[in-house]
């Protein structure tokens, strides 16, 4: 038994027991902070999987999801008490836990019956990667073969903005997300959290831009630059150093989409100089692919940011 | 057993704690964590199929690891949209419950 192999067993095992606690925790909180080590071990897993890209965006996600679902717990906290009352039958339990391990017996057996040799688009990928210029095989996955994928997901990121935007009641329709900066006074500016938002943003925006532009041909990607962005002014927001934006400020909503109308705008243009939609013409691949990335990077950073922000909560007049 | 294997039969479990959580938790919040960690598994399954796909120099199958990075983005939005939605649903009933009470289950309280 290889010490690899040992540390493939540690990771699994580790897998289950924050899976198990982020399920049976005897709080929303206790289950939210189980979740957010599961994003972090599941990255590791990712990387002994060979898929470093998927790891980053893990890591990157996981923390922002993270904030989110702990934000919420402490809103819904006196809610819980209520909620333990509906908790299922003791039979209810058991037919539920019968049919996970029905799940857990078939996905098993698939893994094991799983074909020999395995399909693979891999060489196809090793064929194809030279047209496109980049060294990285996701980034040309995301962003040539399967652009389509990567195009409406930048739809679905606004789509679900738009959604959550919905839920503002109608009289506070156009007005800034979140409760009012709490830090006019002695709020956390000086606390930890204020240190903190002083010191990571600049690492945090450099690691972000690099993520981005490493991307052609290492680990890294638009979508997980713009997440430790989003992260970064998610940050200096807790701590009181920024404000979040009226959501009918015009400039936020150019920034918002930006990114889909550039990807858009390359792809149509596909008709004119290439094979079709979301074609690249020979050897403007890269170039194209950068002019879509960075207008793309500030479009996603900017959506996960107000995703976190929620539903505007303060009225378009208001100042506070 | 390779580590594929491994890591196939341990995202089998996660797949199923999830659904179970999912299922039988009654809290809408635990339901959003359960499904997450039902994804996350799901994701894991896609993930060893695509490290046997190891092939031509690469240590794994591309492609799907772009779908899953997008499966991934996903599921956040979908995740940050359920949380919308449920707290305005606090914010409006000050429950969080998804049981469908009969009309003027409020005023003869439970609990709340």
Request: aromatic share 8%; proline share 4%.
């Given at each position: 038994m290889s010490a690899g192999f040992v540390l493939d067993a540690v990771v699994a095992a580790l897998l289950v027991a924050v899976a198990t606690g982020a399920i049976a925790a005897r709080t929303a909180f206790a289950a939210v902070v189980?979740?957010?080590?599961?994003?972090?071990v599941l990255a590791l897993a990712?990387?002994?999987?060979?898929?470093?890209?998927?790891a980053l965006t893990e890591a990157a996600?996981?923390?922002?999801?993270?904030?989110?679902?702990?934000?919420?717990?402490?809103?819904?906290?006196?809610?819980?008490a209520a909620a333990e009352s509906e908790l299922p039958s003791a039979g209810l339990r058991a037919a539920a836990a019968l049919l996970c391990a029905v799940v857990a017996a078939g996905l098993a057996a698939v893994v094991l019956a799983a074909a020999e040799p395995a399909p693979t688009l891999a060489p196809l990928a090793a064929q194809q990667?030279?047209?496109?210029?980049?060294?990285?095989?996701?980034?040309?996955?995301?962003?040539?073969?399967?652009?389509?994928?990567?195009?409406?997901?930048?739809?679905?990121?606004?789509a679900g903005l738009l959604g959550v935007w919905s839920l503002a009641p109608d009289r506070l329709w156009g007005g800034r997300p979140g409760a009012a900066l709490r830090a006019r006074g002695a709020a956390p500016r000086d606390g930890a959290l204020g240190l903190l938002a002083r010191l990571l943003p600049p690492i945090g925006i450099v690691v972000g831009v690099y993520l981005v532009w490493t991307a052609a041909d290492h680990p890294g990607g638009?979508?997980?630059?713009?997440?430790?962005?989003?992260?970064?002014?998610?940050?200096?927001?807790?701590?009181?150093?920024?404000?979040?934006?009226?959501?009918?400020?015009?400039r936020l909503r150019a920034a918002l989409v930006a990114g889909p109308l550039a990807f858009f705008a390359v792809g149509l243009l596909g008709f004119a100089w290439a094979?079709?939609?979301?074609?690249?013409?020979?050897g403007w691949a890269k170039p194209l692919i950068v002019a879509i990335e960075v207008p793309m990077t500030i479009s996603v950073a900017a959506t996960l940011a107000l995703l976190l922000a929620g539903p505007p909560a303060r009225g378009p007049e208001s100042r506070g | 057993m390779s580590a594929a294997t491994l890591y196939g039969l341990c995202a089998a479990l996660l797949a199923a704690l999830g659904l179970y959580g999912f299922v039988v938790q009654p809290h809408p919040l635990r339901k959003i964590v359960a499904f997450n960690v039902f994804g996350g598994g799901v994701f894991v399954v896609f993930g060893v199929a695509a490290r046997r796909g190891a092939a031509a120099g690469f240590a794994a199958d591309p492609v799907p690891h772009a779908m899953v990075i997008?499966?991934?983005?996903?599921?956040?939005?979908?995740?940050?949209?359920a949380v919308a939605l449920l707290l305005r649903l606090h914010a409006e009933t000050g429950r969080a419950s998804l049981r469908l009470d009969e009309p003027g289950a409020d005023e003869r309280g439970d609990g709340a």
């Open positions: 189980a979740f957010v080590a599961y994003g972090l990712w990387v002994r999987l060979a898929a470093v890209d998927v996600v996981g923390a922002l999801t993270g904030v989110l679902l702990l934000a919420a717990a402490a809103r819904l906290r006196p809610s819980e990667l030279p047209a496109t210029d980049l060294g990285n095989p996701v980034t040309a996955a995301l962003l040539a073969w399967r652009a389509i994928d990567t195009l409406l997901e930048k739809v679905v990121l606004l638009a979508f997980q630059g713009s997440t430790i962005l989003a992260a970064m002014w998610v940050l200096a927001r807790m701590a009181g150093f920024v404000d979040a934006p009226a959501v009918s400020d015009r094979d079709g939609f979301l074609a690249y013409p020979d | 997008t499966g991934i983005v996903v599921a956040f939005v979908s995740t940050a949209l």
